[in-house]
Nanobody, 115 residues
Framework: QVQLVESGGRLVQAGGSLRLSCQAVGSIFSINAMGWYRQAPGKQRELVAMSGSGGITTYVDSVKGRFTISRDNVNKTVDLQMNSLKPEDTAVYYC?????????WGQGTQVTVSS
């Protein structure tokens, strides 16, 4: 049984910062990729940032230079540091883990950026 435990979402003013954290709990090892997706109201879920094998990171263009993903393989955690937040960053953020094709999702944490 694998569970992704997320934390860090809240209301913040535009220009502010937040740090989201996610820990994979349970019997899981040798994770291929850990990252974050988000889904805004009325929109499809989109990839925000991903940390793959070998330290390769991927970001959606809209967050490049503002968001930083970091991963700890020992503790099975992945964090998302979000700076210079904009109202368009408002969404539910979901932690995502992929292990050899087995995909796990967190329950989601709400990030609201007020203008």
């Amino acid at each position: 049984q694998v569970q992704l435990v997320e934390s860090g979402g809240r209301l913040v003013q535009a220009g502010g910062s937040l740090r989201l954290s996610c820990q994979a709990v349970g019997s899981i090892f040798s994770i291929n990729a850990m990252g974050w997706y988000r889904q805004a109201p009325g929109k499809q879920r989109e990839l925000v940032a991903m940390s793959g094998s070998g330290g390769i990171t991927t970001y959606v263009d809209s967050v490049k230079g503002r968001f930083t993903i970091s991963r700890d393989n020992v503790n099975k955690t992945v964090d998302l540091q979000m700076n210079s937040l904009k109202p368009e960053d408002t969404a539910v953020y979901y932690c995502h883990v992929n292990r050899f094709g087995n995909v796990y999702w967190g329950q989601g944490t709400q990030v609201t950026v007020s203008s």
